[in-house]
């Protein structure tokens, strides 16, 4: 039994290259509908889940070196 990997490679370049695209086409579909979809259904973060957030993440402080 041979690996989806090797599936794959056994596919023409031409095949392979349509199916990239296709996922390319699935994922940004995907990021634009579930934006629409998030305010659509009410999901938005208010603003205290804003808050939160960026409570929890953590901050860069750059700090000068001596000499």
């Known amino acids: 039994m ?3 990997l090797e599936s794959f490679r056994k596919f023409s ?3 392979r290259m349509g199916i990239g695209f296709g996922f390319l086409a699935w994922g940004a579909i995907g990021l ?3 934006d629409r979809a998030e305010k659509r259904l009410g999901f938005e973060p208010s603003q205290k889940d804003r808050d ?9 402080t750059v700090v000068e070196r001596e000499g």
Do not use: D, E, G, M
């Open 2 to 4: 041979s690996s989806p």
């Open 13 to 15: 370049p031409r095949t």
């Open 32 to 34: 634009y509908v579930s």
């Open 52 to 60: 939160a957030l960026q409570a929890v993440v953590p901050r860069i």
